[in-house]
Every structure is written in structure tokens, then in C-alpha cells.
């Protein structure tokens, strides 16, 4: 069993490729996270807080039938991922952290995902995901950034900025993790595109504090490495679920 979450902005969809996939040997789960696509979508703003992403997760989890499985994500859905292994390592087989999300960085004197809310809440959607995604302001590359805005507008204004401020804001650093992560026995894949420098920093850490873990670095690519080249992807996470334990992932 393999489930997987997807990054901010984004839905299932985004990992359709992997789950087609996988489809012949391995069940897959895709889902919409809180706030996202076609999930509930809380007015309140405590309700994006981490603990929240991680009790869906488990809900999804538990939902399988499955004692444990393996759990991956992109992005923001590999930081949930983390958490919800760090909180319930019992339940987690392997990991896969794709283009894991780098700790809040300042912009104009604001931490980026702050400053993104800021912009949802005065300006709208539209505005801020031009700002701070697609346009010149934009952290992603710029196939990463089209990509992010395929499914942006379709989700609730209300609950991307607090998602941003809630969950995206509050991500540790990996210094600050260190010592629950050394901790961590689970195999874990490590995939993160050439071109996403906030990512490739921040994932080379993580493979230096993970016991188990395999970095592998996606030439060419940026932070949406799952879909940057499809190919290159599948073929790491193909051969990631292969080496598990016989029944790990199936």
C-alpha cells in the first residue's frame, strides 16, 4: 500500500502519473488535503494547524485497513508525510519526501509564506498566486510555477492563506529535527529536482540525518520533480518500493 500527498496548491491529480504507475503491482491512495480540491475546506483558522494534516493522514491511513504502508509526499504533502512518521512511526514501512519543503525564508522582510498570506487575504488568489507563484516574486521554477498554477484557483482563498500560515510557516528546519529524525528506522527516499535550490539544500540535510535513506537527485528538474520528468521519477520510487521488505508496499 502506498499513499501519497500532494504538495500546496495542488490535489490529487498531481500524482496520477505515479499511481497509473503502480497501478499493476501495488495499491495506491491518492487524496485531496484539507483546504484542497475537492476536501472540506475549515473556517477556522486553527484547523490548518500541523496536528490537523496529520490526523487526515492517518485517517487515510487507517482507512486502507493497513497496519502500516508506505507514505510519501511532494512538497508540503512530504512535510505532512515526515510528521506523520515522526508521530507514528509504528504505521510507516518506507517514506518517500519528494522536493521537501526548506524551512520559512524572509522576503521583504517577511517570511515568504507569511507575506503569500498576506497577499491571499488583501488581494485574492489570482493576485497573490501571481505575485508570489508565477510571477516575478516567484520561488519555482518556472515549469514548477506553471504546474502550481494548473489547480491553484480551484481551491478556497480562505483556506490557502491558512494553510500558509499554519502549516507552511511552521516548518522546522532539519537542525531542529535532528535528533528525532537520527530516530527514524525506515527506509526513506529522498527526490528532488537539479533546479530547486530551496529544496536540494534542505533534502541533502535531510539525507545526512536520516539513517536509511537515498537521495536522488533529478537532473533538469524542479520542484515539481514528480512531474518534471515522470519518468525519472517512477523509476526511483519503482526501485525504492522494490528493495522494501517482501509485502512492504503491496
Known sequence: MVILAHGFGGSARNFRPQ?????????VVLYDARGH???????????????????????????????????????MGAGVA????????????????????SPPRSQAGRPWALAFADAIDERGVAAAGSEFVWGERSRFDP???????????????????????????????VAAMREALAALAMPVLLPVGS???????????????????ELVVVEGAGHVVNLADIEAFNAALTRFLARLPEGAAA
Open 19 to 27: 499511481a497509473r504507475a503502480l497501478s499493476d503491482r501495488y495499491r
Open 37 to 75: 480540491a475537492r476536501s472540506e475546506a475549515p473556517g477556522e483558522p486553527a484547523q490548518y494547524e500541523p496536528e490537523c494534516f496529520v490526523e487526515d493522514l492517518l485517517a487515510v491511513v487507517d482507512g486502507t485497513g493497513e497496519q502500516s504502508v508506505v507514505v510519501g509526499g511532494l512538497s
Open 82 to 101: 515526515l510528521r506523520f512518521a515522526l508521530a507514528h512511526p509504528q504505521r510507516v514501512r518506507g517514506l518517500v519526501l519528494a522536493a521537501f519543503p
Open 143 to 173: 515549469d514548477g510555477a506553471r504546474l502550481i498554477r494548473q489547480g491553484f484557483l480551484e481551491h478556497p482563498r480562505h483556506a490557502l492563506s491558512s494553510t500558509l500560515r499554519h502549516l507552511l510557516a511552521v516548518q522546522p528546519g
Open 195 to 213: 533546479r530547486d535550490a530551496g529544496s536540494l539544500e534542505v533534502t541533502r540535510r535531510l539525507a545526512q540525518a536520516l539513517p536509511d535513506s
